[in-house]
């Protein structure tokens, strides 16, 4: 009986199996007929702009022209590779830099957006979109507080620091000793560091911090950054990017003022 239950069974799957099969075969070669005159109405227009003088498309154009310009054929590639593929394009370099920088394409691309960059901001077009309209007083604002600082003889980096240092106490960067009357109870980065440092497990890109940048004397980076923290979900993490937010517009405001 039992066997007999169990090959009825397997039959009913088989069978259902199979019906849901041709049904889903069925939507399939319904939904391609509904959709064939569609598709056939559609006219194919070729996405690449034709080029007259090699009949080829212009990308194409454009990279055979910057292999042109890079690559030095007259060096054996099994010999020297790096000479080979880049050779014709550090020696058509005109521009003399700094010994420790280093030159690649990547770079170029990336000066060529700063240029690009400086022009819209710097324009006096006007402009329909809002984000280049905010971003264009954003830039203005900078310029003028950096020329503010220089008018005081105090450096931009040192002007921010003492802005900071005023919403309360931060061991790793002063070399002064704690002052209570300067603590500030609602946001003490000591008592955050032993709070994230409470366990090993914790990442150390989440440990708030606030230091001067290493490689640009003239930047301060804010630790941890906002789009790390709206990942943590409980409510401490939640109250602490509210008051870093709060901190920093603070600053902000302090430092336009």
Not at 4 to 18: D, G
Not at 146 to 166: A, F, L, P, Q, R
Not at 197 to 214: A, E, F, G, M
């Amino acid at each position: 009986m039992r066997e007999e239950l169990l090959a009825l069974l397997s039959q009913i799957w088989i069978v259902s199996s199979l019906s849901m099969l041709k049904v889903m075969q069925f939507i399939m070669h319904f939904e391609l007929l509904i959709l064939l005159p569609c598709i056939s109405s559609l006219q194919y227009t070729n996405p690449c702009e034709k080029s007259s003088r090699t009949n080829n498309a212009s990308d194409f154009t454009k990279l055979i022209d910057y292999l042109k310009y890079s690559v030095n054929y007259k060096v054996d590639p099994c010999e020297d590779f790096y000479q080979f593929s880049c050779g014709n394009w550090i020696a058509n370099r005109n521009d003399t830099l700094m010994n420790w920088e280093f030159i690649s394409p990547h770079r170029d691309m990336y000066r060529q957006y700063q240029k690009e960059q400086r022009e819209v901001l710097n324009s006096k077009e006007q402009s329909t979109s809002d984000a280049i309209t905010h971003a264009r007083k954003l830039y203005q604002s900078c310029i003028r507080a950096e020329e503010e600082w220089n008018s005081t003889g105090v450096s931009g980096i040192d002007y921010v620091m003492g802005k900071i240092e005023k919403f309360g106490i931060f061991p790793m960067l002063s070399e002064e000793p704690f002052d209570e009357a300067r603590f500030n109870a609602e946001f003490d980065f000591t008592w955050l560091l032993a709070y994230f440092n409470r366990d090993d497990t914790v990442l150390d890109v989440i440990v708030p911090d606030i230091r001067k940048d290493r490689f640009s004397p003239g930047i301060i980076s804010f630790l941890p950054r906002k789009t790390l923290l709206s990942y943590l979900r409980d409510d401490f993490t939640q109250k602490l990017q509210m008051d870093f937010t709060e901190f920093l517009l603070r600053l902000v405001g302090s430092s336009l003022a």
